[in-house]
């Protein structure tokens, strides 16, 4: 769910509107708004045609709608308003046009978010979407500011009124602003664009545990993303028919400095579950001992977070080992008779309570039957031998 791929510079989708602006100081407005129809037919069929699906442009939906409103004037035979105020009447009509699509903002951005498409495919749009919206809003706002601008310039006195200040304000602002807004959209849009590129990912999965996209790590914090579903890893140690837990961090979003095991973590997208199990241990793996193998991988969601978790065990037998992998950890160990005492007294977290029955029946069952069988037999000195007679 590469939400990069919805990053692009919507501002673009002014410049047929700016090629009209811009002819309008060398022809005439009917050569003008020939040569930009063309270049907005041409630019919509590009980005809604053979780019469909790819890259998204909706900034050329208003600027056609701008020229076929400016077309109009064309029919009603309106020649001199248009051969003294071309430009003016272009920006009228572009911010009457925003000002009504502002308002269908929230229920396409809702239709969007409940569609049928697959979350792949959505999370683009709603990104191409929003930056739309956003960089239609500084449009609509920075031109409303200008023609007020020029509303109280047309009312100032004859003699603070000057010809290159007129044709400023008429002529040039509109184009100006028009290519202040694209540049600044391409800043920003690059800006974003690199931030992501360090951000980490996370996968997302279905119901099935399938990839099916991904999604920025500090997006996946956020509430709206609570029904992302992701991958998780968390390794138990047990050591000497004990459980080694430790206190989870403060800022954790589930079970804020409850007791749990001492190693957890995302698997980032493109990652295995093995590589992520090697992260985490990271020089601790010594050879010689058992390595991590894979008890029970399960569901687990609460009003924070939804998850897959694959609960590994490491079963370390030598005093050497268990140090090693412990020494950057405070915790203890648990005996399974002292961790019984304690389940739903909220000792530990939501993870643990779910996962201990399986371990309860069988990593620590079978250690504590292999520590049964290597117990020694103790004589007693009062039994006598029991002396075997050959058979004759």
């Known amino acids: 769910m590469d939400i990069r791929k919805g990053l692009n510079n919507q501002a673009v989708g002014l410049l047929p509107l700016l090629l009209l602006m811009f002819l309008n100081n060398f022809y005439t407005y009917l050569v003008s708004f020939v040569i930009a129809g063309v270049f907005c037919v041409v630019s919509c069929f590009t980005f809604w045609g053979l780019f469909r699906g790819r890259k998204y442009q909706f900034m050329l939906l ?25 430009p003016l009447i272009a920006e009228w009509l572009l911010v009457a046009v925003l000002s009504v699509i502002g308002f269908s903002k929230r229920p396409i951005i809702g239709r969007v978010r409940k569609s049928n498409r697959p979350a792949l495919k959505r999370a683009p749009l709603r990104t191409a979407l929003n930056e739309f919206f956003f960089v239609a809003q500084i449009a609509q706002n920075i031109y409303t500011l200008h023609l007020f601008i020029l509303l109280f310039y047309m009312i100032l006195p004859e003699n603070y009124q000057h010809i290159w200040v007129e044709r400023l304000l008429y002529r040039e602002a509109p184009l100006f602003i028009g290519l202040g807004i694209i540049v600044y959209e391409q800043i920003r849009v690059s800006m974003m664009k690199h931030g992501l590129a360090e951000e980490k990912w996370l996968p997302v999965l279905d119901k099935k545990g399938k990839v099916i996209g991904r999604i920025a ?8 993303a609570r029904h992302y579903c992701h991958p998780v890893v968390r390794i138990a140690v047990v050591y000497d028919g004990m459980l080694y837990l430790v206190k989870r961090g403060s800022v954790q979003p589930v079970s804020p400095e409850a007791l749990d095991h001492p190693f957890y973590g995302y698997v980032l997208f493109k990652q295995t579950f093995e590589q992520t199990v090697r992260e985490l241990l990271g020089n601790s793996l010594t050879k010689g001992e058992a390595k991590p193998h894979l008890l029970v991988r399960y569901p687990f969601e609460n009003e924070r977070v939804t998850q897959l978790v694959s609960l590994y065990v490491l079963t370390l037998h030598s005093e050497e080992a268990f140090v090693n992998y412990v020494k950057t950890a405070e915790g203890k160990l648990w005996t399974p008779r002292q961790i019984e005492e304690n389940l739903q007294q909220g000792l ?3 993870y643990f309570e779910k ?19 290597e117990q020694p037999v103790e004589v007693s000195a009062e039994t006598e031998p029991v002396t075997v007679s050959p058979t004759r």
Not at 217 to 224: D, G, R
Not at 359 to 372: D, F, G, I, R, S
């Open 355 to 373: 996962e201990y029955a399986y371990l309860q029946h069988t990593v620590l069952l079978a250690e504590q039957y292999t520590a049964k069988r």
């Open 217 to 224: 790590y500090s997006v996946s914090l956020t509430s709206q």
């Open 348 to 350: 530990f977290s939501e």
């Open 62 to 86: 208003p600027t056609a709608l701008t020229l076929i409103l400016y077309s109009l004037f064309l029919f009603l035979r309106l020649e001199p308003v248009l051969y003294l105020h071309s």
